[in-house]
């Protein structure tokens, strides 16, 4: 048979030097941001491993300065914040306390790691008592414009610790407009804005919510986050957020919306980042723990199918498995 009669793609694939040579998608450590649960608490050695989630922790913010040292020493590059408060109540004044939780670790890193980008995320749902992201009418509705105020609130109380992004995920109609005119406003026009911009009501949050002790007291959030079925929403729901200032889109879970990760590249030129979410890291967890997947190669490829739908950045709880791995 003619040699030139058919396609030989094998003749690529002979070798890891061809392979690499021709490698389309990479997962580089500035690609990668690694989630961190700070906590308040007294005990400035509280290190509490969170059972869904292997190998990450609650922890004070002594403790999370040392795991953080550890993995910028490895190349990280970048962090996201979420908060856990000593008291709740039912307006979330932890979230916007100017020594609240978020602010006192964000104040800590940006000292001991000044080349550390700091996202934090801006909710309301770790400081409720409640649960929810936003504040309940006496029905037990979020109500969407008066939560505005205390979201603009926290990102500006972030902002003034010393966040380089803040990030909102609480699904707020309106809530990106209001904390970039809040932001301007108190002096920080250059603060980029990552909006959750594609959140949707998930199964795969329940180990976050385990870690963040962030469950919903009654009802759950199908209110305010997307419906799964919906893919036309995202458009509109990301096109909403750019219009109001928005810097960075994401969407919220990445592996089972890799679909919405390439709707948005190929519809928007701004950066896109997915979240690679506590039960998507749980199920890779669990079938590695019980023999049934290589995890590393499982960790890598689930990471560059994400990549390769069209996310720029990666939030994921892998990030310092990554960075060991690249090295």
């Not at 020493?73 to 908060?83: W, Y």
């Not at 080349?115 to 979020?142: K, M, N, W």
Request: hydrophobic share 40%; charged share 25%; net charge negative.
């Amino acid at each position: 048979m003619d040699s030139h009669a058919f396609f030989r793609g094998r003749r690529l694939r002979r070798s890891q030097t061809l392979r690499d040579l021709v490698r389309e998608t990479e997962i580089r450590p500035h690609d990668l941001i690694q989630p961190y649960f700070a906590v308040e608490t007294d005990d400035k050695n509280f290190e509490k491993p969170i059972a869904s989630m292997p190998g990450q922790s609650q922890l004070s913010v002594d403790k999370l300065a040392e795991r953080v040292a550890k993995a910028v020493d490895l190349g990280l590059r970048a962090a996201l914040l979420f908060g856990i408060p000593a008291e709740k109540d039912e307006v979330g004044s932890g979230g916007y306390a100017e020594n609240g939780i978020v602010q006192q670790a964000v104040r800590r890193l940006k000292k001991d790691f000044p080349a550390l980008c700091i996202v934090t995320d801006v909710c309301l749902c770790e400081y409720t008592s409640h649960g929810h992201c936003g504040l309940l009418s006496s029905q037990g509705e979020v109500k969407n414009d008066p939560t505005l105020d205390l979201l603009a609130k926290t990102a500006v109380s972030h902002a003034r610790a010393g966040a380089d992004i803040v990030a909102p995920s609480d699904m707020m109609d309106g809530r990106v407009l209001a904390i970039r005119q809040a932001l301007d406003a108190d002096g920080f026009k250059d603060l980029p804005v990552m909006s959750y911009a594609v959140k949707y009501a998930s199964s795969f949050y329940g180990p976050f919510r385990e870690a963040a002790e962030s469950a919903p007291a009654s009802g759950d959030r199908k209110a305010y986050q997307m419906d799964p079925p919906n893919s036309r929403e995202a458009l509109r729901e990301a096109a909403a957020d750019l219009e109001e200032g928005a810097d960075i889109l994401m969407v919220k879970p990445a592996m089972p919306y890799q679909d919405i990760i390439r709707l948005l590249r190929d519809n928007f030129d701004t950066p896109i980042a997915a979240y690679q979410v506590s039960g998507e890291f749980a199920m890779i967890k669990a079938a590695a723990a019980n023999g049934w997947i290589d995890e590393d190669r499982a960790i890598m490829e689930s990471l560059l199918g994400i990549k390769r739908a069209g996310a720029d950045i990666i939030i994921t709880y892998f990030a310092e498995d990554v960075l060991k791995m690249l090295q």
